[in-house]
């Protein structure tokens, strides 16, 4: 660096890892600053997007366990229906 100061004073201060530890930072802040907004935006939009999906799936399970029972009869009940050959649905197999 001294020798920059010796030769090229005017070179001097506009070179260096202070200086390029300055510039980068600048540059860095000002790609924050102009990514922010779009990022907010973007990130506002998934929210709304996934509060309408949630809200469409229905009210929260309150008795998981009674839950899991009645998936549980449904299934096994579409199962025989389908084992004995009085299932009204067609799976395509």
Same mark, same amino acid.
């Not at 922010?36 to 998934?46: A, C, F, Q, V, Y």
């Given at each position: 660096m001294s020798f920059l100061y010796k030769n090229y &004073?005017?070179?001097a201060s506009k070179n260096g890892i202070k200086h390029l530890a300055t510039a980068l930072n600048? %540059? %860095?802040i000002l790609h924050i600053r102009e990514s %922010? &907004?779009? %990022?907010?935006?973007?990130?506002?939009?998934?929210i709304a997007e996934f509060q309408t999906t949630l809200e469409s799936l229905g009210s929260p399970i309150d008795d998981k366990k009674k839950t899991f029972l009645q998936v549980i009869n449904h299934f096994s009940s579409a199962y025989i229906s389908t084992i004995d050959g009085s299932s009204k649905k067609y799976w395509g197999f």
């Open positions: &004073p005017s070179l600048k %540059l %860095l %922010l &907004p779009e %990022l907010k935006h973007r990130i506002t939009n998934m």
